[in-house]
């Protein structure tokens, strides 16, 4: 194998499929990325851990076709670290790889291609449907943080996403809180899948970092599916199992409706916080009266009293929320004004935009103790 | 005590007196700010560890003179987040603290005075000198990270400075290398301190935190010293004992010289680190033959040679060097062209201006087993 290429695009390149590089194994082939060099004058990069393999097409200036595994990081910082000129790559007898520029000279250590995980190879293609980019990172930055980080908890780790003729939604859920993004979008297809949260934000980098306008095109086989983003192959395992009904869950007749500044309030509970540390559980209460909204917390280092102007319709109330899952809601939404729906002080509080749905949170309240 | 200040003023007092605090204790009172509310309209706030105590004055609107000791991080984290309006502080009875903005109102906990320690206590002042600010952060940067960070290593931690009627230096070494700083600048008085080069690296950030144009004036006890940037004062323990005689250890007769380019010198070597991890002393070896300068490294992972075009006049030469103490030294230079002077490939080299003294950084070179 042997080929050139600029310093910059392989940089780019190098820094896409690397995001599927495991840095959980001590098995030097599992932290390899594979470079294959083809007559056509592409160089195509793959990456793979057990979830998730990622590849890049590259132009290439290819004189000796072939292909061969470096270890991702030292290849990586090699290339980074090189000035921005023309890269002569050379596969040697002797599992050893030649990098050249004008003044430097590497040889470092290379792998076998048959080593190679082949965890990347596709399926049958069952679906092929097209996502909008925007729409895509849009809704998963809205969604992803409410998934669980906690691997045992299953399907919770996912996000759903529900594909219909005219309309997409996704939703993530981890039994504290619930987040819902709604878009209208056409499909020529209705579909749905769950893919987990950290793999959805691994794609939605990726799409931040393709400098092409295509949409994401979505070829989807029965347990894996393959987005195509620029010149960027994801293959991915989907997950298994029964999504929770979260149509059910989300309630209906919360009649105490809130209207409020979205900053103002966020500033407030994120004061109150640094002194609602008491039991690790963040506690801050709020009393809706009137139109005044008052929020509290207290820990042994002292306590606070927090007040905010809002426009209520309904009763009164008081609740106790974990500061950290309203904080974690306030932060993903761009409105400057938003609607809190409150049915009583046991029962979970809605977040939605003042005028339509693009999205919804539920969050659970936490019980209050004497305080 | 009873005073109103405005928030991004009492932001500022703190970021600076903070820098004070220790955080390796559990004491709460060690953790503490003291605030200090005077009859004539200033604030005074006093932060100490061991070491060393800042105190910063500034201007409050005094409803009611007094002193309490408020929770450094706490009261820190509260009024770095309250928006940029008047804030009221006023001294309960029964240790605590109220502060108060329009919206927001916190309790928090305080400690009496008299539990506040008085490491700060002046000494009788021996001499009063004044140091160039610009002057004073650049040769603490351009010396301090030859210092050793091994707290056994006694007066090693230290930077020995020198102040003549003509001209100032800062010297730090750890044993493996050597770092001076010369500069001209005027004083009327002659002195030299050992202060270590953490608390001065402390002070060039407190020199770049002050807004006014004031040099700094330091005031020499027997034991300690005050220095006076701005409204800030920083009150700290001189290390006692002799300083090693470094004038005698940087070689004068090293005729070997190169003229090299500092930037190109610097990628070279970063590029040659990555492969000279082995037995974890970054070793890399110069070539120094003609005028060409040739960096080798070698790990399990492969070797690198990097050329550099150079000047030379003397005789060629072979030596080895740990990377990181040759990279600390160039990222510490301005200058894009550097004069390096060597001896045998078992002595020190110098690094050096191409004309004039204000750096010698003196490196001690490593042997080279057969590579």
Redesign the interface.
Known sequence: MKFTCNQQTLTKALNTVSKAVSNRTTLPILKGILLEAKANGKLIMTASDLEISIQKETEAYVEEEGSIVV?SK?FG??IR???NEEISIESNEEN?VLIKTS???????SFPVDEFPKIGEKEEIKDDLIFDKEIFKDMVRKTSFAASIDESKGILVGILTEIGREKVSMVALDGFRLALANENMTSAEENKFIISAKIMNEISKIISDDETDDDIRILMGEKKAVFNIGTTEVILRLMEGEFIKYKEIIPKNNDINVIIGKSILL??I??AS??AKEGKNNLIKMTIKNNLLTITSRS?????????IMEKTGDDLEIGFNSKFIIDVLKAIDDEEISMNFKTGTSPCVVKPVEGNSYEYLILPVRIPSM
Chains 1, 2 share one sequence.
Do not use: Q
């Open positions: 270890i030292l910082d090699i670290k090189l000035p050893s003044s430097s000279e590497f040889t470092v250590v500033e407030s994120e004061r640094l002194l042994e280092e002292g306590n606070v009293k927090e007040e905010i």
